[in-house]
């Protein structure tokens, strides 16, 4: 079964860092591109950033909202994928997913998600 | 940054309705637009992607069309399942971005 799951949510200070796991299942990781989104309580969907695959050199984009703070990372051995958070605010608290993107007919398309991992900043 | 405003943003419909869902990008993105459909407390779920095309699994009560700046998705004959809050996404260029979603909800 294709699965992502996330891990590594919890409460952390402002100013605080932390670093979330995502652990693909069912697939090869290096094939696909990784990206993360968020969604603040009550709110949308706000993507985050992205990593390309192995063939387009692991290369990483960034909303601007995250740029500096926050860094994608991969290490397709263990299929997993990582986002650290630094220099938390209490404006990223929200519910964090990892998605796989896959490519249909040169689409980039989001199609599966894992269940997501709350982050809590808060004094 | 391109901004996908979605109306309504919040509907209601009954039972066997048909509704319909619109999303209008502030600039051209030809087709790469996708729509999830996302439940309260789940991660969302890919429903289309290039506007019109149906994601593996996806029934065919939905639909999409559209192109450049305004795309809309349809529902046909509503089941309780079918309520819930839906959002269009556009990858024509970074940053990705979605709209600020249109929750469904039951007459």
């Known amino acids: 079964e294709v699965q992502l799951v996330e891990s590594g949510g919890g409460l952390v200070q402002p100013g605080g860092s932390l670093r979330l796991s995502c652990a693909a299942s069912?697939?090869?990781?290096?094939?696909?591109?990784m990206d993360w989104v968020r969604q603040a309580p009550g709110k949308g969907l706000e993507w985050l950033g992205r990593?390309?695959?192995?063939?387009?050199?692991?290369?990483?984009e960034y909303a601007a909202s995250v740029k500096g703070r926050f860094t994608i990372s991969r290490d397709d051995s263990k299929n997993s994928v990582y986002l650290q958070m630094n220099s938390l605010k209490t404006e990223d608290t929200a519910v964090y997913y990892c998605?796989?993107?896959?490519?249909?007919?040169?689409?980039?398309?989001?199609?599966?998600w894992g269940q997501g991992t709350m982050v809590t900043v808060s004094s | 940054d391109i901004q996908l405003t979605q109306s309504p943003s919040s509907l209601s419909a009954s039972v066997g309705d048909r509704v319909t869902i619109t999303c209008r990008a502030s600039?051209?993105?030809?087709?790469?637009l996708a729509w999830f459909q996302q439940k309260p407390g789940k991660a969302p779920k890919s429903l289309i992607y290039?506007?019109?095309s149906l994601q593996s699994g996806v029934p065919s009560k939905f639909s999409g069309s559209g192109s450049g700046t305004d795309f809309t998705l349809t529902i046909s004959s509503l089941q309780p399942e079918d309520f819930a809050t839906y959002y269009c996404?556009?990858?024509?260029?970074?940053?990705?971005?979605f709209g600020q979603g249109t929750r469904l909800e039951i007459k």
């Open positions: 998605a796989r993107t896959a490519v249909v007919v040169g689409n980039y398309v989001f199609d599966i």
């Open positions: 069912g697939f090869t990781l290096s094939d696909h591109y």
């Open positions: 990593t390309r695959n192995k063939a387009n050199s692991y290369t990483t």
């Open positions: 600039q051209g993105i030809s087709s790469y």
């Open positions: 290039a506007a019109s």
């Open positions: 996404q556009q990858y024509k260029s970074y940053p990705l971005t």
